[in-house]
């Protein structure tokens, strides 16, 4: 049962990681860059719902 919520915690964290990774390309590129913002904040947003779920006592 533990590796379960390790896994899960592990997958959360890099959610987030992978959400703020395409934020920040979407602004460093400058041009556009709806849909990466949209994409990257649904990851964050995901990562840290799921992220507080696991944690949740």
Request: net charge positive; no cysteine.
């Amino acid at each position: 049962m533990m590796s379960s919520g390790r896994g899960a915690l592990v997958f959360s964290v890099i959610l987030i990681l992978m959400g703020v990774g395409i934020v920040a390309r979407t602004i460093s590129l400058g041009v556009g860059g709806g849909l990466g913002l949209l994409i990257g904040g649904l990851l964050i947003a995901g990562g840290a719902l799921r992220l507080y779920l696991v944690t949740r006592p």
